[in-house]
Protein backbone atom coordinates (compact mmCIF):
# COMPACT_ATOMS: atom_id res chain seq x y z
CA UNK A 1 0.00 0.00 0.00
CA UNK A 2 1.49 3.35 -1.12
CA UNK A 3 0.99 6.51 0.68
CA UNK A 4 2.27 10.35 0.89
CA UNK A 5 4.69 10.65 3.46
CA UNK A 6 2.77 11.38 6.58
CA UNK A 7 1.56 14.76 8.04
CA UNK A 8 1.75 14.52 11.72
CA UNK A 9 -0.08 17.98 12.57
CA UNK A 10 0.94 17.41 16.75
CA UNK A 11 4.37 15.85 17.71
CA UNK A 12 6.81 16.52 20.53
CA UNK A 13 10.51 16.27 19.54
CA UNK A 14 12.46 17.23 22.71
CA UNK A 15 15.72 19.05 23.06
CA UNK A 16 19.64 18.30 23.15
CA UNK A 17 20.36 14.43 23.15
CA UNK A 18 16.65 13.40 23.30
CA UNK A 19 15.89 15.12 19.86
CA UNK A 20 18.91 14.04 18.33
CA UNK A 21 17.58 10.78 18.55
CA UNK A 22 13.83 11.57 18.57
CA UNK A 23 13.74 13.09 15.29
CA UNK A 24 15.77 10.08 12.83
CA UNK A 25 12.82 7.95 14.56
CA UNK A 26 10.17 10.56 13.59
CA UNK A 27 11.61 10.10 9.61
CA UNK A 28 11.50 6.27 10.18
CA UNK A 29 7.95 6.08 11.32
CA UNK A 30 6.45 7.75 7.81
CA UNK A 31 6.47 11.19 8.73
CA UNK A 32 7.33 13.77 5.98
CA UNK A 33 5.91 16.94 7.58
CA UNK A 34 5.02 18.02 11.46
CA UNK A 35 4.23 20.59 13.71
CA UNK A 36 6.65 20.67 16.84
CA UNK A 37 4.83 21.63 20.18
CA UNK A 38 6.97 24.10 21.54
CA UNK A 39 6.46 23.19 25.69
CA UNK A 40 10.20 22.75 25.99
CA UNK A 41 11.80 23.95 28.30
CA UNK A 42 12.01 26.92 28.39
CA UNK A 43 8.82 26.90 25.77
CA UNK A 44 9.58 28.86 22.25
CA UNK A 45 8.04 32.43 22.78
CA UNK A 46 10.50 34.77 20.88
CA UNK A 47 11.83 34.41 17.36
CA UNK A 48 15.43 33.76 18.87
CA UNK A 49 14.15 30.55 20.33
CA UNK A 50 12.14 30.18 17.06
CA UNK A 51 15.42 30.29 14.81
CA UNK A 52 17.41 28.57 17.11
CA UNK A 53 14.89 25.38 17.77
CA UNK A 54 14.27 25.49 13.56
CA UNK A 55 18.39 25.22 13.35
CA UNK A 56 18.80 22.19 16.26
CA UNK A 57 15.66 20.07 14.50
CA UNK A 58 17.29 20.54 10.93
CA UNK A 59 20.91 19.77 11.77
CA UNK A 60 19.43 16.35 12.08
CA UNK A 61 19.52 16.10 8.12
CA UNK A 62 16.07 13.94 8.20
CA UNK A 63 14.41 15.90 5.25
CA UNK A 64 11.57 16.30 7.62
CA UNK A 65 9.52 19.49 7.24
CA UNK A 66 9.11 21.31 10.48
CA UNK A 67 6.41 23.62 11.17
CA UNK A 68 6.89 25.96 14.05
CA UNK A 69 4.49 27.10 16.89
CA UNK A 70 4.31 29.00 19.64
CA UNK A 71 3.77 29.39 23.23
CA UNK A 72 0.62 31.09 24.55
CA UNK A 73 1.68 33.77 26.63
CA UNK A 74 1.80 37.47 27.41
CA UNK A 75 5.18 37.71 26.18
CA UNK A 76 3.06 37.04 22.39
CA UNK A 77 2.16 40.36 20.34
CA UNK A 78 0.60 40.53 16.97
CA UNK A 79 3.83 42.21 15.74
CA UNK A 80 5.94 39.53 16.46
CA UNK A 81 3.09 36.82 15.32
CA UNK A 82 3.39 38.53 11.63
CA UNK A 83 7.39 38.31 12.63
CA UNK A 84 6.77 34.66 13.42
CA UNK A 85 4.45 34.10 10.62
CA UNK A 86 7.09 35.51 8.05
CA UNK A 87 9.68 32.58 9.52
CA UNK A 88 7.51 29.72 8.88
CA UNK A 89 5.63 29.66 12.34
CA UNK A 90 2.05 28.59 11.43
CA UNK A 91 0.70 28.07 15.09
CA UNK A 92 -0.06 29.84 18.52
CA UNK A 93 -0.25 26.73 20.87
CA UNK A 94 -2.71 27.10 24.31
CA UNK A 95 -1.70 25.21 27.39
CA UNK A 96 -3.89 25.37 30.73
CA UNK A 97 -1.92 26.30 33.38
CA UNK A 98 -0.36 22.81 35.19
CA UNK A 99 -2.28 20.37 33.17
CA UNK A 100 0.73 18.28 31.36
CA UNK A 101 4.45 18.47 30.87
CA UNK A 102 5.82 21.69 31.01
CA UNK A 103 2.61 23.56 31.25
CA UNK A 104 3.60 25.55 34.16
CA UNK A 105 3.87 28.96 32.47
CA UNK A 106 0.13 27.82 30.70
CA UNK A 107 -2.63 29.92 30.77
CA UNK A 108 -5.60 30.85 33.71
CA UNK A 109 -7.60 32.46 31.53
CA UNK A 110 -8.14 32.82 28.09
CA UNK A 111 -10.07 35.66 27.66
CA UNK A 112 -7.10 37.49 28.35
CA UNK A 113 -6.15 36.94 24.94
CA UNK A 114 -8.41 37.96 23.04
CA UNK A 115 -6.77 40.74 21.41
CA UNK A 116 -4.37 38.39 20.41
CA UNK A 117 -7.00 35.63 18.77
CA UNK A 118 -8.44 38.35 17.11
CA UNK A 119 -4.72 39.41 15.41
CA UNK A 120 -4.69 35.26 14.69
CA UNK A 121 -7.86 35.76 12.98
CA UNK A 122 -6.68 38.38 10.32
CA UNK A 123 -3.58 37.19 9.84
CA UNK A 124 -4.55 33.33 9.36
CA UNK A 125 -2.70 31.76 12.14
CA UNK A 126 -4.10 28.59 13.84
CA UNK A 127 -4.81 28.30 17.51
CA UNK A 128 -4.12 24.64 18.73
CA UNK A 129 -5.62 24.22 21.97
CA UNK A 130 -4.81 21.57 24.60
CA UNK A 131 -8.71 21.12 25.59
CA UNK A 132 -8.58 20.43 29.11
CA UNK A 133 -8.96 23.06 32.17
CA UNK A 134 -7.21 22.08 36.07
CA UNK A 135 -8.87 19.66 38.01
CA UNK A 136 -10.35 21.48 41.22
CA UNK A 137 -12.40 19.17 43.79
CA UNK A 138 -14.67 21.77 44.77
CA UNK A 139 -15.55 21.96 40.80
CA UNK A 140 -16.15 18.57 40.41
CA UNK A 141 -13.51 18.71 37.71
CA UNK A 142 -10.76 15.36 37.71
CA UNK A 143 -8.84 14.40 34.38
CA UNK A 144 -11.97 12.19 33.36
CA UNK A 145 -13.79 15.02 32.57
CA UNK A 146 -11.23 18.04 32.07
CA UNK A 147 -11.97 17.64 28.28
CA UNK A 148 -15.29 18.22 28.58
CA UNK A 149 -15.55 21.13 30.82
CA UNK A 150 -13.14 22.95 28.52
CA UNK A 151 -15.55 22.89 25.42
CA UNK A 152 -17.48 26.05 26.56
CA UNK A 153 -14.46 27.93 26.15
CA UNK A 154 -14.48 26.06 22.76
CA UNK A 155 -17.40 27.25 22.16
CA UNK A 156 -16.45 30.96 23.27
CA UNK A 157 -14.04 31.47 21.03
CA UNK A 158 -15.75 30.40 17.80
CA UNK A 159 -18.94 32.42 18.48
CA UNK A 160 -16.34 35.62 19.20
CA UNK A 161 -13.96 34.45 16.16
CA UNK A 162 -15.73 33.12 13.82
CA UNK A 163 -12.81 33.20 11.45
CA UNK A 164 -9.81 31.80 13.70
CA UNK A 165 -8.73 28.41 12.73
CA UNK A 166 -8.74 26.36 15.50
CA UNK A 167 -7.41 22.74 16.21
CA UNK A 168 -8.87 20.35 19.34
CA UNK A 169 -6.35 18.80 19.95
CA UNK A 170 -5.81 15.11 20.86
CA UNK A 171 -9.88 14.58 21.24
CA UNK A 172 -10.59 11.72 23.50
CA UNK A 173 -14.38 12.11 24.21
CA UNK A 174 -17.39 11.83 22.45
CA UNK A 175 -18.85 15.12 23.39
CA UNK A 176 -15.83 17.05 22.25
CA UNK A 177 -16.26 15.11 18.60
CA UNK A 178 -19.90 16.31 18.64
CA UNK A 179 -18.81 19.50 19.55
CA UNK A 180 -16.23 19.98 16.52
CA UNK A 181 -18.60 18.47 14.29
CA UNK A 182 -21.45 21.43 15.61
CA UNK A 183 -19.13 24.04 15.28
CA UNK A 184 -18.63 24.39 11.54
CA UNK A 185 -15.32 24.63 9.11
CA UNK A 186 -13.25 27.01 10.99
CA UNK A 187 -13.11 24.25 13.93
CA UNK A 188 -10.84 21.00 13.24
CA UNK A 189 -9.24 18.21 15.38
CA UNK A 190 -6.40 16.05 15.78
CA UNK A 191 -6.36 12.76 16.93
CA UNK A 192 -3.72 10.37 17.83
CA UNK A 193 -2.90 6.86 17.23
CA UNK A 194 -3.02 5.48 21.03
CA UNK A 195 -6.40 7.07 21.60
CA UNK A 196 -7.79 5.00 18.53
CA UNK A 197 -6.70 2.29 21.08
CA UNK A 198 -6.83 2.73 24.51
CA UNK A 199 -9.42 2.92 27.39
CA UNK A 200 -9.31 4.34 30.76
CA UNK A 201 -8.51 0.38 31.52
CA UNK A 202 -5.63 0.53 29.34
CA UNK A 203 -3.55 3.04 31.48
CA UNK A 204 -4.58 3.19 34.95
CA UNK A 205 -2.25 0.68 36.15
CA UNK A 206 0.13 0.83 33.22
CA UNK A 207 2.33 4.21 33.27
CA UNK A 208 3.44 3.37 29.43
CA UNK A 209 -0.35 4.42 28.46
CA UNK A 210 -0.39 7.09 30.17
CA UNK A 211 -0.80 10.26 28.79
CA UNK A 212 -3.12 13.81 28.95
CA UNK A 213 -5.40 14.07 28.18
CA UNK A 214 -5.97 10.67 29.28
CA UNK A 215 -7.57 8.09 27.63
CA UNK A 216 -11.57 7.67 28.58
CA UNK A 217 -14.11 5.39 28.21
CA UNK A 218 -14.93 2.47 25.25
CA UNK A 219 -17.81 4.89 24.11
CA UNK A 220 -15.71 7.50 23.86
CA UNK A 221 -13.08 5.18 21.65
CA UNK A 222 -15.54 3.89 19.32
CA UNK A 223 -17.11 8.30 18.72
CA UNK A 224 -13.12 8.67 17.94
CA UNK A 225 -13.33 4.89 15.63
CA UNK A 226 -16.65 6.31 13.84
CA UNK A 227 -15.72 10.02 12.61
CA UNK A 228 -12.38 8.75 11.17
CA UNK A 229 -14.17 5.74 9.60
CA UNK A 230 -16.52 8.00 8.39
CA UNK A 231 -13.89 10.35 6.40
CA UNK A 232 -15.12 13.71 8.31
CA UNK A 233 -12.63 16.08 6.87
CA UNK A 234 -12.01 18.07 10.44
CA UNK A 235 -10.51 15.06 12.03
CA UNK A 236 -6.68 14.84 11.45
CA UNK A 237 -4.03 13.03 12.08
CA UNK A 238 -1.65 14.75 15.07
CA UNK A 239 0.34 11.94 17.27
CA UNK A 240 0.82 13.08 20.19
CA UNK A 241 3.95 11.32 20.12
CA UNK A 242 5.60 12.63 23.45
CA UNK A 243 9.17 10.64 24.56
CA UNK A 244 10.13 10.60 27.84
CA UNK A 245 13.04 8.61 29.87
CA UNK A 246 12.23 5.28 31.31
CA UNK A 247 12.52 6.32 34.32
CA UNK A 248 10.20 9.42 34.01
CA UNK A 249 7.82 6.72 33.12
CA UNK A 250 8.43 4.21 35.59
CA UNK A 251 8.80 6.76 38.72
CA UNK A 252 6.04 6.49 41.55
CA UNK A 253 4.45 10.02 39.56
CA UNK A 254 5.39 9.05 35.69
CA UNK A 255 5.16 11.50 32.99
CA UNK A 256 2.60 11.62 30.37
CA UNK A 257 3.18 10.62 26.84
CA UNK A 258 3.00 7.91 24.84
CA UNK A 259 6.01 7.63 22.40
CA UNK A 260 4.49 6.61 18.89
CA UNK A 261 7.00 8.18 16.36
CA UNK A 262 9.32 5.34 15.33
CA UNK A 263 6.15 3.31 14.08
CA UNK A 264 3.49 5.55 13.81
CA UNK A 265 2.61 4.64 10.01
CA UNK A 266 2.56 0.88 11.09
CA UNK A 267 0.54 1.54 14.08
CA UNK A 268 -1.83 3.51 12.16
CA UNK A 269 -2.45 0.78 8.98
CA UNK A 270 -2.81 -2.06 12.20
CA UNK A 271 -6.00 -0.08 13.84
CA UNK A 272 -7.43 1.02 10.38
CA UNK A 273 -7.45 -2.54 9.38
CA UNK A 274 -8.64 -3.16 12.82
CA UNK A 275 -11.48 -1.00 12.36
CA UNK A 276 -12.27 -2.03 9.03
CA UNK A 277 -11.44 1.06 7.18
CA UNK A 278 -8.42 1.07 5.73
CA UNK A 279 -9.65 2.54 2.54
CA UNK A 280 -9.60 5.85 4.92
CA UNK A 281 -6.09 5.69 6.19
CA UNK A 282 -4.40 7.96 3.17
CA UNK A 283 -6.93 10.67 4.10
CA UNK A 284 -6.52 10.78 7.53
CA UNK A 285 -2.97 10.73 7.34
CA UNK A 286 -2.02 12.54 4.22
CA UNK A 287 -4.74 14.93 3.05
CA UNK A 288 -7.51 16.14 5.93
CA UNK A 289 -4.83 18.18 7.43
CA UNK A 290 -2.96 19.91 5.11
CA UNK A 291 -6.49 20.99 3.69
CA UNK A 292 -7.42 22.54 7.18
CA UNK A 293 -4.30 24.22 7.47
CA UNK A 294 -3.66 25.84 3.81
CA UNK A 295 -1.08 24.05 3.12
CA UNK A 296 0.70 21.96 -0.37
CA UNK A 297 -0.53 18.25 -0.37
CA UNK A 298 2.43 16.68 0.92
CA UNK A 299 5.36 15.06 -1.72
CA UNK A 300 7.66 11.79 -0.70
CA UNK A 301 5.81 9.05 -0.68
CA UNK A 302 6.09 5.50 1.97
CA UNK A 303 5.19 1.57 1.12
CA UNK A 304 3.59 -0.15 3.75
CA UNK A 305 3.40 -3.44 3.57
CA UNK A 306 1.92 -6.68 5.35
CA UNK A 307 4.79 -7.58 6.98
CA UNK A 308 4.43 -8.78 10.94
CA UNK A 309 7.12 -7.16 12.76
CA UNK A 310 6.90 -7.03 16.53
CA UNK A 311 7.14 -3.76 18.31
CA UNK A 312 11.10 -3.20 20.11
CA UNK A 313 11.12 -3.16 24.08
CA UNK A 314 12.27 0.44 23.99
CA UNK A 315 14.50 3.20 21.47
CA UNK A 316 17.41 5.10 22.72
CA UNK A 317 16.07 4.33 26.45
CA UNK A 318 12.60 5.53 25.57
CA UNK A 319 9.70 2.57 25.83
CA UNK A 320 7.33 2.70 22.45
CA UNK A 321 3.40 2.00 22.77
CA UNK A 322 2.48 -1.40 22.53
CA UNK A 323 6.75 -2.50 23.29
CA UNK A 324 6.84 -5.77 22.82
CA UNK A 325 3.48 -6.97 20.63
CA UNK A 326 3.03 -7.53 16.94
CA UNK A 327 2.29 -5.75 14.47
CA UNK A 328 0.61 -6.47 11.08
CA UNK A 329 2.02 -4.19 8.99
CA UNK A 330 6.22 -2.72 8.30
CA UNK A 331 7.31 0.30 6.07
CA UNK A 332 8.96 -1.18 3.16
CA UNK A 333 12.92 -0.37 4.30
Not at 86 to 100: D, F, I, L, S
Not at 189 to 213: R, Y
Not at 240 to 265: I, M
Request: charged share 20%; aromatic share 8%; net charge negative.
Amino acid sequence: MRLPLLDDFHVHLRQGEMLRNVVPQTAAGGVGRCVVMPNTDPPVTTMEQVRAYRAELEACNTGIDFLLSLYLCPALTPALLRAAQAEGVVAVKCYPQGVTTNSKWGVSDLAQYDNLFAAMEELGVLLLLHGEVPSRAEADICILNAEERFLPELERIHQKFPGLRMVLEHVTTREAVACVQALGNTVGASITAHHLELTVDDWAGHNHNFCKPVAKYPHDREALRAVVAAGHPRFFLGSDSAPHPRSAKEGACGCAGVYTAPLLAAYLADTFETMGCLERLASFCCEFGHRFYGLPAPTGSLVLEKREQVVPGAYAGVVPFRAGETLRWSIRG
